[in-house]
């Protein structure tokens, strides 16, 4: 079992949807929880980090963490064709270690 | 403010040849690691530095090495290449010890090896 799952998707959506990505994880020494973004031919760009269970929200992303579960999730609203990247969830302790990664198409 | 930058972007280097990359952080960050990423595997993590420190060091053979300099630009040097280290090469860097604020990557060189 590897310490960070996240579904590969793809996932495609139409334009407008709301869109829910999910990570879970399997060591409780994980202490802070974020979300990556990356399009084809660049490296990841942060989008959202956090360190406590609950809620953050950032204009259309909201990022949710349940510590007690090992679940997180990032909910994308209003998606745009824009959004349309890879989507990582990453975790630390020691050392960063990342999810799979989810690939994300909004159709227009 | 410039952000991480990698070079060579593109690499081709034949089996049993060595490799240099080269990475510049972010000015004033410290923390600097070192990233695997392949279709299959996803990002692997390498190593991390910390003020010319290795910190911390991922399940990659012996061949894989780096170090940091004192002005936190980092090199990984991957000798005797084999077909299976075909992958874009990552590195990121950090402003916290304890990378709270998350990583800045830069865009990766990418090695093929033939």
């Known amino acids: 079992q590897k310490e960070v799952e996240q579904d590969p998707g793809p996932l495609s959506v139409p334009e407008g949807a709301i869109v829910s990505l999910n990570c879970t994880y399997s060591?409780?020494?994980?202490?802070?929880f974020m979300w990556y973004r990356q399009y084809s031919r660049k490296g990841p760009e942060l989008l959202m980090y956090?360190?406590?269970?609950g809620n953050k929200e950032d204009g259309r992303f909201t990022a949710q963490v349940d510590k007690s579960s090992k679940y997180i999730s990032l909910f994308i609203r209003d998606s745009q064709p824009s959004d349309s990247a890879t989507y990582l969830c990453?975790?630390?302790?020691?050392?960063?270690?990342f999810g799979a990664g989810t690939r994300l198409t909004v159709k227009p | 403010k410039a952000g991480v930058t990698q070079t060579p972007r593109y690499l081709i280097k034949t089996r049993g040849q060595q490799v240099t990359l080269s990475c510049s952080p972010i000015?004033?960050?410290?923390?600097v690691s070192w990233y695997q990423q392949t279709p299959g595997q996803g990002l692997q993590f390498l190593f991390e530095?910390?003020?010319?420190?290795?910190?911390n060091k991922g399940n990659f053979p012996g061949r894989f090495s780096g170090r940091q300099f004192s002005n936190s630009r980092s090199e990984m040097n991957v000798s005797t290449l084999e077909l299976g280290d075909s992958a874009l090469y990552l590195c990121?860097?950090?402003?916290?010890?304890?990378?709270?604020?998350?990583?800045?990557f830069g865009s990766g060189t990418r090695l093929t090896v033939v």
């Open positions: 990121a860097s950090s402003s916290s010890r304890d990378r709270i604020n998350g990583y800045t």
């Open positions: 060591n409780s020494a994980f202490q802070y």
């Open positions: 956090t360190y406590s269970s």
């Open positions: 990453a975790m630390t302790f020691k050392d960063m270690r």
């Open positions: 000015s004033g960050h410290r923390s």
């Open positions: 530095y910390f003020s010319e420190t290795q910190r």
